[in-house]
């Protein structure tokens, strides 16, 4: 009897500790998130950390994967580029959108795209339809300049469990009905046992 075996293998390189301690397998615990839980415990930690996001500088000055670039809006207050997604494999649609300038989204101010435009460009190229695309962001995210993934709802994309992603048109309604609305309510998110944000908020006592 013949068997199929599929393997599905990640390559990253180079890949830091940060990296490595992603893909290991550990508990998890969910944050419940309130914004002064934000203010005291989550934005200092991040102001402390230094995270770089040199390579997503690169790529919107185009020092890096110009050529990968699907679609530009260089408009230096709401412009972004949409290029590959590094887990892109040429099978699935994996895109990333990177805004000129980034911010958080607990914050509420993440830029307001048009996402009409985007999907019509993405299918444009890929020839799947905006029906067949989930479109979201990350809370939290692997890096701080706000981004957006694009993917075809048949890829089992990581990342992209309810705790975590928060589809962009729910973020543009829920900003367009009150602009205070992410400093108003909580948000859910979940935390690896070894990371060093968890362990601010068992210090602070909120896990």
């Not at 290991?24 to 002064?36: A, D, F």
């Not at 048949?154 to 602009?179: K, T, W």
Request: proline fraction near 5%.
């Amino acid at each position: 009897i013949a068997l199929l075996i599929s393997i599905k293998t990640t390559v990253v390189y180079p890949a830091t500790e940060k990296h490595l301690q992603k893909y290991l397998r550990q508990e998890v615990h969910l944050i419940r998130e309130t914004w002064e839980d934000y203010k005291n415990i989550t934005l200092p930690f991040i102001q402390s950390q230094s995270f770089s996001i040199q390579w997503v500088y690169n790529i919107l000055e185009k020092k890096a994967e110009a050529d990968r670039i699907i679609y530009e809006n260089p408009d230096p207050s709401n412009g972004f580029v949409l290029v590959p997604d590094f887990k892109w494999n040429q099978n699935q649609v994996c895109l990333l959108l990177l805004p000129l300038k980034g911010s958080c989204l607990s914050e509420g101010n993440p830029e307001e795209m048009s996402t009409s435009v985007l999907i019509e460009a993405v299918t444009k190229r890929f020839g799947v339809p905006g029906s067949q695309l989930r479109i979201y962001l990350h809370y939290q995210p692997s890096y701080y300049h706000l981004h957006v993934h694009f993917t075809a709802l048949g890829y089992d994309a990581p990342g992209s469990s309810v705790e975590r992603a928060h589809l962009l048109a729910d973020v543009i309604d829920n900003l367009a009905m009150d602009s205070m609305y992410y400093q108003k309510r909580a948000l859910t998110f979940a935390l690896r046992a070894d990371e060093l944000l968890l362990k601010k908020f068992q210090e602070a006592g909120r896990v």
